[in-house]
């Protein structure tokens, strides 16, 4: 699971810039680097100018217990290819072992300087491009919700002890896991759970793009909108109704927030083989979406919805204002998708439709692999309850203990296994 050897990666991304970092850890970085260093020694977290071999003047500094936790060099040299890939290979070719993807977090993990799910927050910070994505992988980075879990956690091991000490005592019928406790930490768990998986539909849709479905009659403006609000021509738009057969994605960033709009395909009856498949991804994009855009035509008569819409953040949009319309449109939203009339406040109606939300929501579960875990403790915990409740012999009520105690600790990663590190660590890029 750890190897004690000395690695070393280009921790800047491939290409030429201002400058490029690679780095060393382990146990040999010092005496490795120092081999090829204009330099007597490094003094530790202090940064010395000086010459690697003849390939460039670096800027060398040592770290007795650097990000991984290890005696760890990074040199910072001119972010030519050909030096950086020099720089490197004469590190390898005195002993260090070329990086894997996510070594140098992975040795943070094993080293206790992160815990699981900060290590993840770290490549959610690298992959971070609009505001909200950083914020929630700080807030991640900063423990949030995992510290209260770990702490949860632990409090639950303690009492699975003294269970488990029950069963060695079994013949003399003593009690040393106080039930009543067990019981109340078994609903504050739950309530915990419980807000943390509910967060999770919000946090996931935030950090991937929250989706967006445009729906309605074929021909009421449904494409025309999409180009509106991307300010570009990206779908086919004309007066013959079932123009739109395939659903069409794209994404825009509105105050911070990623949007994916889907324009869909015309809601109709069907006859025609290709438009009826389009009208059932139109169905399954609404299934999918969290808010759904129900988009009518001004000039013609109001038609309710002919699909279900219920759990969803239904927007209803009047279109086509700039001409004279024949329907009532109170106060909905309306626009012209023609003029760029209303487009703002559609945009400002989406952001406001997800910042209630969020408001409400102090922490947010972001990470798939979290949410898995929750469910699996909360199924655990439920059967704990349940076990309870009935009385069943406490052997049992331990392996369930036992159950939610490991999808809880592998969150954080008191419990983890070579697959769960490989598959958070193969997601880095190589020197991270
Ligand atoms: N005057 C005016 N015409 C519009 C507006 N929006 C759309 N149209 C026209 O309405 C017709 C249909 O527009 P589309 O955007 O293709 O409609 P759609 O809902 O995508 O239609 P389907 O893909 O067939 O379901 C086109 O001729 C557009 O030019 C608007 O705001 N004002
Ligand atoms: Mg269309």
Request: glycine share 6%.
């Amino acid at each position: 699971m750890y190897r004690q050897d000395t690695i070393a990666a280009i921790s800047t991304p491939t290409g030429v810039g201002g400058i490029a970092v690679v780095r060393t850890s382990g146990p040999d970085a010092l005496a490795i680097a120092l081999r090829h260093l204009k330099a007597d020694t490094l003094v530790p977290r202090r940064a010395t100018y000086c010459r690697f071999d003849d390939i460039d003047d670096v800027v060398a500094v040592y770290m007795p217990a650097g990000y991984t936790g290890e005696p760890t060099v990074e040199l910072s040299c001119h972010g030519s290819l050909f030096v950086q890939q020099a720089i490197l290979q004469a590190l390898i070719d005195d002993g260090a072992r070329l990086a894997e993807a996510g070594e140098f977090t992975r040795r943070a993990f094993l080293n206790g300087r992160l815990n699981l799910s900060q290590a993840e927050a770290v490549a959610d910070l690298i992959d971070a491009v609009t505001p909200i994505q950083h914020r929630l992988a700080v807030s991640q980075l900063r423990g949030s919700y995992a510290q209260q879990l770990k702490e949860l956690r632990q409090q639950l091991l303690d009492l699975t002890s003294l269970l488990e000490l029950e069963l060695d005592f079994s013949q003399e019928d003593v009690e040393f896991a106080d039930r009543t406790q067990l019981q109340q930490l078994i609903s504050t768990l739950d309530a915990q759970l419980s807000t943390l998986t509910k967060s999770f539909s919000l946090g996931n849709a935030l950090k991937r793009g929250i989706p967006v479905a445009i729906v309605g009659a074929p021909n009421a403006g449904k494409s025309t909108l999409l180009n509106a609000l991307l300010g570009d021509d990206r779908a086919i738009v004309s007066d013959i109704p079932g123009t739109t057969r395939d659903t069409i994605e794209e994404t825009i960033t509105i105050d911070g927030i990623t949007f994916r709009i889907i324009d869909t395909a015309g809601l109709r009856h069907t006859d025609d083989t290709i438009e009826a498949l389009g009208v059932e991804r139109s169905r399954r994009a609404v299934a999918d979406a969290t808010i759904v855009i129900y988009l009518h035509d001004c000039t013609q008569p109001w038609s309710e919805p002919t699909i279900d819409l219920a759990g969803k953040r239904a927007i209803t949009v009047f279109t086509k204002t700039d001409l004279p319309h024949s329907t009532p449109m109170g106060s909905c939203l309306s626009v012209s998708a023609k003029t760029g009339e209303g487009i703002d406040m559609l945009k400002a109606a989406l952001v406001d439709a997800v910042s209630g939300d969020m408001q409400a929501c102090d922490t947010l579960v972001t990470n798939p692999r979290h949410y898995e875990a929750l469910l699996r403790v909360g199924q655990a915990m439920r059967r704990v309850a349940q076990g309870l409740a009935d009385n069943i012999p406490t052997d049992l009520l331990a392996v369930d203990l036992r159950d939610a105690l490991y999808h809880l600790g592998a969150i954080t990663g008191e419990v983890s296994n070579d697959e769960i590190l490989h598959n958070i660590f193969s997601r880095f890029c190589i020197g991270k």
